[in-house]
């Protein structure tokens, strides 16, 4: 059985265009899988429709079935809110972009991290303090007490980051959904907190989807790829596959843009 | 744009930095805590005489065995009317007056008009369409009618003044909250939270109405003092409460016939009524560099 079974998803605007048409892959317990395709090709609109979150107006057709041990399978695609708020978190999350904006800024950061702690483990008072600290040693943060106090807008954007994968985890979630958890970071934190979400996956034995439009980020955490472009999956299968005999034209383009890259990179090191 | 940042070193945002203690407060911050003092300061005042009206007010406000236009000094420390009563009292009843008529309607509008805009905020197509037209219309008609068909359906009252003010407060405050509910619902924090399955109560208890609080908490002060000049003017045209319930008004329309021989029948209820206005106004300034975290550190 699969974690996450998605055949012929389709998510229309509410003028009736197309916005992601017919995608389908499967994801096993514990599978990386990278979706990756250029800004507007509909990565994070699938990763929405997989929460049964998709803006309002848009409709959503095909099937998205989550089922997570410990959970009854479910059909996402037209679930009540109801069924859907037992699922979310439990069966799957979103680590988002941007984590200013991820982050309540009228709240302390020990205290979103403490809802989530609340509801999912039942912890209250004192052992709810001690997990929230634990929580954030976990995402490698040091001096997690100051960081508990402050505002998001007190702490770095690296450490934000780390924070809401603190609070993504604390769902104990059986598939992480991150959408470009490192595009909005510097590159040095960025290999940081790729390595961290690298690690602690592999740890919790969960299953990890990772929307990017970068292909040098995807190949470093994921063994897997599906390539999206205007919401049509265009080609999917192992990364090394993909990047030695790229068979679509838009394909051929990412890899060719990552190599150039690489090797102005390496030009520059002589 | 020569001269040093004055605030000191580093004032800027600081990313990853320790936060701002104590320490070195920036001067903006020392400044507004002061607006925040002043106002508080000059409201209480007025608070504080209404509720020592409660219980002692030197003459009885229907006493007119002062004299007509009796000029200040004892027993009548500051003269009478022209009919005789005692201005003192008619002051300090006054303030009881306005401040119930400020409150009662921020109170009565706060109420109605957080929970249409929470509604319309929530809402999508129709109802919010119904709810925002039937504000529209709401707020483009004159608060002045509104308060005449009031008092024409009931009586002239401070009960029908607060009822009029009420009514035509919340529909400001309604279409205000339901911008901010809607522009809250736009953020990522609610997404964030919603794919870590909470349900939409939690969502609304835990970071909507924190997030709207602070500027819906400055606007009902603004309010307030908005609320206390329109109580005055009903009281001026005589739409406000009916005597013996002295209001600064109704003070200041009763003694402009008079106004060049005892200048301080109107004076005073004017200062009063400017003092209570502006103390509000201040209170609202500084409650919102306490109510948002983000304006409290970052400046």
Known sequence: MSLLDVSELTVRSADGRALVS??????????????????????????LAIMGLVPAGMTVSGSAVLDAPGLVRAEV????????????????????????????????VGRQLAEYLRRVRGLRGAALRKAVITALEEVRLTDPRRIAKAFPHEVSGGQRQRVAIAMALACEPALLIADEPTTALDVTVQAEVLALLDGLVSARGMA??????????????????LVLKD?????????????????????????????????ALDWSQR | MTHANPA????????????????????????????????????????????????????????????????????????????????????????????????????LGGLLGVVAGLLAGFATRWLDDTISALLDILIAFPTLLLAMLVVAAREASLGSAILAIGLAMSAIVARLTRVLVKRVLAQDFITASRTSGTSWPRVVAEHVLPNIWPTLLVNLALQLGLAVLAEASLSYLGLGAPPPNASWGRMLQEAQATVLTAPLGAIAPGVLLVVLVVGVNLVADGLRDVADPTRRRTR
Not at chain 1, 208 to 225: E, G, P, W
Not at chain 2, 18 to 46: F, N
Not at chain 2, 79 to 89: S, W
Request: glycine letters at 14%; a positive charge; one cysteine or more.
């Open chain 2, 8 to 107: 000191g070193p580093s004032d800027t945002a600081d990313p990853g930095g320790a936060p701002h203690s104590g320490g070195a407060a920036p001067a903006g911050r020392r400044r507004r805590s002061a607006t925040l003092v002043t106002g508080c300061v000059l409201a209480g005042t007025i608070v504080a005489v209404a509720v020592i009206s409660l219980f002692w007010v030197p003459f009885s406000p229907e006493d007119t065995s002062g004299g007509r236009l009796a000029p200040p000094g004892p027993p009548h420390l500051l003269g009478t009317d022209k009919l005789g009563r005692d201005l003192l009292t008619q002051l300090m009843i006054g303030a009881r007056v306005a401040l119930t008529a400020g409150l009662g309607s921020v109170a």
């Open chain 1, 77 to 108: 695609v037209g679930a009540t809110e109801r069924r859907l708020n037992g699922l979310r978190g439990r069966a799957a999350t979103v680590v988002f972009q941007e984590p200013l904006t991820a982050l309540d800024p009228l709240m302390r």
């Open chain 1, 208 to 225: 990890l989807l990772f929307i990017s439009h970068d292909l040098a980020v995807v190949s470093a955490v994921t063994d897997h790829v």
């Open chain 1, 231 to 263: 919401g049509v999956a265009v080609e999917s299968g192992r990364v090394l596959d993909i990047v030695n005999t790229p068979r679509h034209p838009y394909t051929r383009d990412l890899v060719g843009s990552a190599r150039r890259l690489d090797s």
């Open chain 1, 22 to 47: 017919g995608v389908s892959f499967t994801m096993e317990p514990g599978a990386r899988l990278g979706l990756i395709g250029e800004s507007g090709s509909g990565k994070s609109l699938t990763a």
